[in-house]
C-alpha cells in the first residue's frame, strides 16, 4: 500500500501503527512490531513518503512507503516523547525523557545536534 499524499491518518497504541482513510473513514492497515519498545510518537513526512516512529527504548526509524526500515537514529537514551519535522533543513527535530533535544537529517541520515535545555 502506498502511503499516498493527505489521504491517510496515523495512529499509535503500542508496538502498532494503524493508518486509516480519512475520508472513508476505514482502517487500510495496521501495522505489527515496528520497534521492540512501546511506539510513543509517529509523524509523516509527505514530500518525501516517509513514515517516522520512535519509542521508549530512545530510537527513531525511518519507514518508506514499502514499509522498509531506511534508517534508525540512535543518540536518545530515554523514551522519545515528541517528533517534529522541520521543512526548510529537511530535519526531524525530537525530544527526549532523558531531557535532550535532537537534530536529525533526512538528507545525512545523521544527527546534526543535540542540546539539553534549562537548568
Not at 502498532?16 to 509523516?44: A, P, Q, W
Not at 526531524?92 to 531531557?99: F, G, L, N, R
Request: hydrophobic share 40%.
Amino acid at each position: 500500500m502506498s502511503l499516498g499524499p493527505l489521504k491517510r491518518c496515523f495512529a499509535v497504541s503500542s508496538q502498532r501503527v494503524y493508518i486509516f482513510d480519512i475520508y472513508g473513514g476505514k482502517m487500510l492497515m495496521c501495522l505489527d512490531n515496528l520497534h521492540k519498545h512501546e511506539i510513543t510518537s509517529c509523524i509523516f513526512v509527505s514530500n518525501l513518503t516517509y513514515l517516522i516512529s520512535s519509542s521508549n527504548s530512545g530510537s527513531i526509524k525511518v519507514w518508506d512507503e514499502s514499509w522498509s526500515l531506511k534508517h534508525v537514529f540512535v543518540g536518545h537514551c530515554a523514551r522519545v516523547t515528541q517528533l517534529l519535522y522541520y521543512v526548510p533543513d529537511n530535519c526531524i527535530i525530537s525530544a527526549s525523557v532523558d531531557k535532550t533535544i535532537r537534530l536529525w537529517s533526512l538528507v545525512f541520515l545523521d544527527s546534526c545536534s543535540a542540546s539539553r535545555p534549562g537548568p
